[in-house]
């Protein structure tokens, strides 16, 4: 692993991105990486649900006002991908914003609740049905298929897949991509 400063003490708040190798499109990690991006999910302190928010992380960063905004990425590759979150925090809630990202990070390699796991794969199979809405966002799916697993997939496929996850294979994928990493 390796990092990059660029320190301008002129500025208020800081940007980081804190990215791991995710997974390739045809990973057995590629659907529970989805699952803890969903999980971890995305979060803006002016949103109007920003108090009410459902992911641990959101409402860690909420009720501690440890950040502006958060979202996590993850992007798939033939041979790799990258996992991570972005965030804006107040130079003197850097080291608290941390410490919370990192923690909820590798939270999923020891414990994983089960309404925590529904909600993410009824979100994650809403998600996907919602980028349908263009044509562009289908020929982007049927491509990453076709990649990944040389065919395209039905959507029951799919949800059958994501709904076959358990939280050890949640654990089982923090602990490849985010533990000791």
Same mark, same amino acid.
């Given at each position: 692993?390796? !990092? &990059?400063?660029?320190?301008?003490?002129?500025?208020?708040?800081?940007?980081?991105?804190?990215?791991?190798?995710?997974?390739?499109?045809?990973?057995?990690?590629?659907?529970?990486? &989805? #699952? #803890?991006?969903?999980?971890?999910?995305?979060? =803006?302190?002016?949103?109007?649900?920003?108090?009410?928010?459902?992911? &641990?992380?959101?409402? !860690?960063?909420?009720?501690?006002?440890?950040?502006?905004?958060?979202?996590?990425?993850?992007?798939?590759?033939? !041979?790799?991908?990258?996992?991570?979150?972005?965030?804006?925090? !107040?130079?003197? &809630?850097?080291?608290?914003?941390?410490?919370?990202?990192?923690?909820?990070?590798?939270?999923?390699?020891?414990?994983?609740?089960?309404?925590?796991?529904?909600?993410?794969?009824?979100?994650?199979?809403?998600?996907?049905?919602?980028?349908? =809405?263009?044509?562009?966002?289908?020929?982007?799916?049927?491509?990453?298929?076709?990649?990944?697993?040389?065919?395209?997939?039905?959507?029951?496929? #799919?949800?059958?897949?994501?709904?076959?996850?358990?939280?050890?294979?949640?654990?089982?994928?923090?602990?490849? #991509?985010?533990?000791?990493?």
């Amino acid at each position: 692993g390796s !990092d &990059k400063r660029i320190r301008y003490d002129s500025m208020s708040s800081a940007h980081v991105a804190l990215a791991f190798e995710g997974a390739s499109l045809n990973s057995e990690f590629l659907y529970p990486l &989805k #699952i #803890i991006q969903t999980m971890v999910g995305s979060w =803006d302190r002016t949103s109007a649900t920003a108090r009410n928010a459902g992911s &641990k992380f959101a409402i !860690d960063a909420s009720s501690m006002d440890l950040a502006h905004n958060f979202s996590s990425f993850n992007t798939c590759y033939q !041979d790799t991908g990258l996992f991570g979150i972005v965030f804006q925090a !107040d130079d003197n &809630k850097l080291e608290d914003a941390m410490f919370y990202t990192l923690d909820n990070l590798v939270r999923f390699c020891h414990n994983v609740g089960e309404d925590e796991l529904k909600r993410a794969k009824v979100q994650l199979m809403a998600n996907t049905m919602k980028g349908l =809405d263009s044509s562009a966002h289908v020929a982007q799916e049927i491509g990453s298929q076709m990649l990944a697993h040389g065919r395209r997939m039905t959507h029951a496929e #799919i949800y059958a897949r994501v709904d076959a996850l358990t939280a050890d294979d949640i654990k089982a994928t923090a602990n490849e #991509i985010i533990n000791d990493e």
